[in-house]
């Protein structure tokens, strides 16, 4: 338990909330590109995180796998144990991610369902036909730094992402399906 000790009642968690609502608006970089404003709220605004907290939220996040968004679910974890308890702790993690996550999350499903229903529109199809080149790179670069990082995989791996990309373009089978067959095989050290 942390010895920073602070007393949070239900408009302090709203408030945090809701300035993870206009954070998530802000973040264009990502929610990193935000971390001043957090810092500004969080350390020096209220008090409820010590600049050692902050410092190590972010620090463990990027060092980590996984999506650097994590920081703020640390930051959010802080401010609860801060608070006196892993209950509190969880509200926290659950405030901060709920908030930076949400207004991001309807926005790029709104902007979607546009594309989807003005696919028509001569402008949406010259942006969908621009990305697809470039997605298509971008996922195969990520194969290719995956592939290689793998270490002993060697021609299962290559045979896995070619096997799946060749599933992708020619059936109808979910991505997800894939992907979760994918983990079972590392799961399981085929791959």
């Given at each position: 338990?942390?010895?920073?000790?602070?007393v949070l009642?239900w408009?302090?968690?709203?408030?945090?909330?809701?300035?993870?609502?206009?954070?998530s608006?802000?973040?264009?970089?990502?929610?990193?590109?935000?971390?001043?404003?957090?810092?500004?709220?969080?350390?020096?605004?209220?008090?409820?995180l010590?600049?050692?907290?902050?410092?190590?939220?972010?620090?463990?996040?990027q060092?980590?796998?996984?999506p650097?968004?994590?920081?703020?679910?640390?930051?959010g974890?802080h401010?609860?144990?801060?608070?006196?308890?892993?209950?509190?702790a969880?509200?926290?993690?659950?405030?901060?991610?709920?908030?930076?996550?949400?207004?991001?999350?309807?926005?790029?499903?709104?902007?979607?369902?546009?594309g989807?229903?003005?696919?028509?529109l001569?402008a949406?199809?010259a942006?969908k036909?621009g990305?697809a080149?470039?997605?298509?790179g971008?996922?195969?670069?990520?194969?290719w730094?995956?592939?290689?990082?793998?270490?002993?995989?060697?021609w299962?791996?290559?045979?896995l992402?070619?096997?799946?990309?060749?599933?992708i373009?020619?059936t109808?089978?979910?991505?997800?399906w894939?992907?979760?067959?994918?983990a079972?095989?590392?799961?399981?050290?085929?791959?």
């Amino acid at each position: 338990m942390s010895t920073h000790q602070i007393v949070l009642g239900w408009q302090d968690w709203l408030d945090l909330f809701a300035h993870y609502l206009m954070l998530s608006m802000m973040s264009l970089g990502g929610a990193i590109s935000t971390s001043a404003d957090m810092h500004r709220y969080l350390v020096e605004q209220q008090g409820w995180l010590t600049q050692a907290q902050f410092n190590e939220s972010i620090a463990l996040a990027q060092a980590a796998p996984g999506p650097n968004v994590l920081f703020v679910a640390l930051m959010g974890w802080h401010v609860g144990l801060n608070a006196g308890s892993t209950t509190a702790a969880a509200l926290g993690v659950f405030t901060t991610m709920l908030g930076i996550m949400l207004p991001s999350t309807v926005f790029t499903y709104q902007v979607a369902q546009w594309g989807h229903r003005n696919r028509e529109l001569r402008a949406v199809r010259a942006f969908k036909q621009g990305m697809a080149p470039l997605v298509i790179g971008m996922l195969l670069s990520t194969a290719w730094l995956l592939a290689t990082a793998g270490g002993g995989a060697g021609w299962r791996l290559w045979l896995l992402a070619v096997a799946s990309g060749l599933l992708i373009w020619r059936t109808r089978i979910h991505l997800l399906w894939l992907l979760g067959a994918g983990a079972l095989l590392g799961a399981f050290g085929l791959v």
